[in-house]
């Protein structure tokens, strides 16, 4: 059972580059997550989408878009990167309301701008 | 002021010793409560869920909520080398459980 799964793992970008990371969960959750994670500030919910079709902004959407393809899959778009999106970006996943607090992460992607 | 405050340590403990860690907040309105750990250049696990005031016990590990001090804690007893890790605690507030807020985390090392 892979759970959540991010690609890259890691990734160089200059900046005003363009990239998408992408997740994808095999557990048949509705609710799909990135946060970014940096030092001293713990976890940040960039966007959410509680189903296919919806997405809805977090407390650090801004510089990011996403697309929630299908009930598996959530990418999240950088369109033109900034030093500023330096981070480690995690997907999450979770099961039905009442525990969607219940989160499931995937590995993370290290993205660095230069 | 952030709305979840946790010590980020680090903090280093001799193999078998009880590890405490807590959390405070300042939204009144969390419900929800949980404890996630994050081995090095790893994603964050779950590993307590607890819903409003009280403890909880999983093996080697209890949760205590105190609503009415906004203050969580986690205790790690019998501490092992593999409980080296960030712990991070989370809450939500009801009707919008989705809305995790993290705490920085506490870096904890069992030194064997």
């Known amino acids: 059972n892979a759970g959540v799964t991010q690609t890259p793992k890691f990734q160089v970008l200059k900046t005003g580059q363009s990239m998408t990371l992408q997740c994808a969960q095999d557990?048949?959750?509705?609710?799909m997550y990135w946060y970014r994670q940096d030092p001293g500030m713990g976890l940040r919910l960039i966007y959410y989408s509680a189903s296919e079709g919806t997405t809805d902004k977090g407390e650090v959407p801004n510089g990011y878009n996403v697309s929630r393809l299908n009930k598996r899959e959530f990418s999240l778009r950088l369109e033109s990167a900034a030093p500023s999106q330096t981070s480690v970006y995690f997907c999450?996943?979770?099961?039905?309301?009442?525990?969607?607090?219940?989160?499931?992460f995937g590995q993370g992607t290290r993205l660095t701008v230069v | 002021q952030k709305e979840v405050e946790q010590d980020p340590g680090p903090l280093s403990v001799p193999e078998g010793a009880i590890v405490s860690l807590n959390c405070t907040y300042s939204n009144s309105a969390f419900q929800y409560f949980m404890w996630y750990r994050q081995y090095s250049r790893k994603g964050p696990e779950l590993l307590m869920y607890?819903?409003?005031?009280g403890n909880k016990e999983d093996g080697r590990f209890t949760a205590q909520v105190d609503k009415s001090s906004k203050y969580i804690s986690l205790f790690i007893r019998d501490s092992q080398p593999s409980d080296s890790a960030t712990y991070l605690c989370?809450?939500?507030?009801?009707?919008?459980?989705?809305?995790?807020?993290f705490g920085a985390g506490t870096t904890v090392t069992v030194r064997a």
């Open positions: 999450a996943s979770s099961p039905l309301e009442r525990e969607r607090s219940k989160a499931f």
């Open positions: 607890t819903y409003s005031s």
């Open positions: 989370a809450m939500t507030p009801p009707g919008h459980d989705y809305k995790l807020s």
């Open positions: 557990m048949n959750h509705n609710s």
